[in-house]
């Protein structure tokens, strides 16, 4: 009865090692390029949400000043 339970994670884990083998890993250069391309974006972005962080909050300042 044991073996019964223990068939299907073996057929699971067969089939994950199969379509691991199917998978196409990026190179080195390739990861280096993409992490560049992510930090370059990331630095834009919150450079981006701190200038309108920076907007909004010297318009309110502004708005309650009056």
Do not use: H
């Not at 834009?44 to 909050?57: C, E, H, M, S, T």
């Amino acid at each position: 009865m044991a073996d019964t339970q223990n068939k299907p994670k073996k057929n699971f884990f067969k089939g994950v090692r199969q379509e691991f083998k199917k998978i196409s890993w990026p190179g080195r250069d390739e990861i280096i390029k993409q992490t560049i391309v992510v930090s370059i974006i990331t630095f834009i972005v919150a450079v981006l949400i701190a200038a309108i962080d920076f907007g909004i909050r010297y318009g309110i300042n502004f708005l309650t000043s009056l």
